[in-house]
C-alpha cells in the first residue's frame, strides 16, 4: 500500500455512520490529517511507528486536530 483508500474510509463513515478505525498504509502525517477530514474516528499505525517515520506525539496531536 502506497496511502489509506481516503475515499473507501469517507463511504464508510458516510453511510454505516459508524466509528471507523482507518487502517493500512498510513506513513506520513498528511496521511492522518487527511484520515481525520474523511471523517474517520482513528487511525491504526504499525510501520510508521517502528520505523520512526512519525512519532506517536505528533501522530496523537495530528489526530486531535493540532498541526505539528
Same mark, same amino acid.
Given at each position: @500500500? =502506497?496511502? !489509506?483508500?481516503?475515499?473507501?474510509?469517507?463511504? @464508510?463513515?458516510?453511510? =454505516?455512520?459508524?466509528?471507523?478505525?482507518? $487502517?493500512?498504509?498510513?506513513? =506520513? /502525517?498528511?496521511?492522518?490529517?487527511? /484520515? #481525520?477530514?474523511?471523517?474517520?474516528? *482513528?487511525? +491504526?499505525?504499525?510501520?510508521? @511507528?517502528? =520505523?520512526?517515520? +512519525? $512519532? /506517536?506525539?505528533?501522530? +496523537?496531536? #495530528?489526530?486531535? *486536530?493540532?498541526? !505539528?
Amino acid at each position: @500500500l =502506497t496511502e !489509506p483508500n481516503f475515499e473507501a474510509n469517507a463511504n @464508510l463513515v458516510k453511510t =454505516t455512520g459508524m466509528a471507523v478505525l482507518a $487502517s493500512g498504509g498510513i506513513a =506520513t /502525517l498528511d496521511h492522518i490529517r487527511r /484520515l #481525520v477530514d474523511t471523517g474517520a474516528e *482513528g487511525a +491504526i499505525l504499525g510501520r510508521a @511507528l517502528y =520505523t520512526e517515520a +512519525i $512519532s /506517536l506525539r505528533e501522530a +496523537i496531536d #495530528v489526530g486531535n *486536530g493540532n498541526n !505539528p
